[in-house]
């Protein structure tokens, strides 16, 4: 039994491993120098790319566990989603990579004494170098004569989720709607973008890694900003909760209907 329980889980793996370096060669892997910094980022094009056409563009921010400077491991979630939806979704989509020692929000992070993660969220601060160099990136793509500047959308995952939040408050005009899976920020900051991004949050309700409740007071503050928001808890799920959020078979088609 265990005999065969190891390769089940050895095919397994090595089916997940092939399919990413098939998602890898198919992205486009690039460099956005500036200031003398360069910041790492993959993009997938739309089949038959024409730069006379216009498209929507998809800035997609990966956890803290894909930061490095390998500009690959970015992919690991998220990158097949697009990928598999090429053909009905034609969009750019961009996969940018955040160093090692840095992270998308402002956030001090901590453990409780229990061995819980905690995130204390700062606001009036400036970005961090990993936000700002971000931020000039998106700048300059949006200025791109091929990107439909009405259609701009950000997703992202964990310690994305929180990037998500804190560039659409930083950038509101962006944006026509984001996606935050297991993120949070300070329901302070809703303010800055409820009546001008339309928001779809995820979160795991078993989540041990980032609570719930930050997700939660995001939608609340949003709503009381008068936001146009939707929310999706679910009830089985832990941190991974990107798995579930990935498989709504409404995700792209609402995510692509949003308009500036």
């Known amino acids: 039994m265990h005999i065969i329980r190891s390769s089940v889980l050895s095919l397994a793996l090595l089916i997940s491993t092939q399919l990413f370096a098939q998602n890898e060669m198919i992205y486009e892997p690039k460099e956005y120098i500036s200031q003398e910094d360069t910041l790492l980022y993959q993009v997938l094009w739309p089949e038959k790319f024409k730069k006379k056409k216009k498209y929507p563009l998809v800035l997609f921010l990966h956890g803290s566990g894909e930061r490095g400077n390998d500009n690959k491991k970015q992919l690991i979630h998220g990158s097949k989603l697009f990928l598999d939806n090429r053909k009905e979704f034609p969009a750019i989509v961009v996969f940018p990579q955040c160093p090692e020692e840095d992270y998308w929000s402002n956030v001090n992070r901590k453990e409780d004494s229990t061995g819980h993660k905690q995130f204390n969220f700062t606001v009036g601060q400036p970005p961090t170098h990993a936000m700002e160099q971000l931020m000039s990136l998106m700048d300059s793509l949006t200025q791109?004569?091929?990107?439909?500047?009405?259609?701009?959308?950000?997703?992202?995952?964990?310690?994305?989720?929180?990037?998500?939040?804190?560039?659409?408050?930083?950038?509101?005009?962006?944006?026509?709607?984001?996606?935050?899976?297991?993120?949070?920020?300070?329901?302070?900051?809703?303010?800055?973008?409820?009546?001008?991004?339309?928001?779809?949050?995820?979160?795991?309700?078993?989540?041990?890694?980032?609570?719930?409740?930050?997700?939660?007071?995001?939608?609340?503050?949003?709503?009381?900003?008068?936001?146009?928001?939707?929310?999706?808890?679910?009830?089985?799920?832990?941190?991974?909760?990107?798995?579930?959020?990935?498989?709504?078979?409404?995700?792209?088609?609402?995510?692509?209907?949003?308009?500036?």
């Open 144 to 260: 791109l004569s091929f990107v439909d500047q009405k259609r701009v959308y950000v997703m992202g995952l964990s310690m994305g989720g929180m990037g998500t939040f804190e560039i659409i408050s930083r950038k509101p005009d962006m944006f026509a709607a984001a996606v935050p899976i297991c993120g949070g920020a300070r329901p302070e900051t809703a303010k800055n973008f409820a009546s001008k991004v339309n928001l779809w949050v995820f979160h795991g309700a078993k989540d041990d890694v980032v609570p719930p409740q930050k997700s939660e007071v995001m939608v609340e503050a949003i709503k009381k900003a008068n936001g146009n928001v939707k929310f999706t808890l679910y009830p089985n799920a832990n941190h991974n909760s990107w798995d579930s959020t990935f498989a709504e078979p409404e995700l792209l088609k609402w995510l692509f209907s949003n308009t500036k």
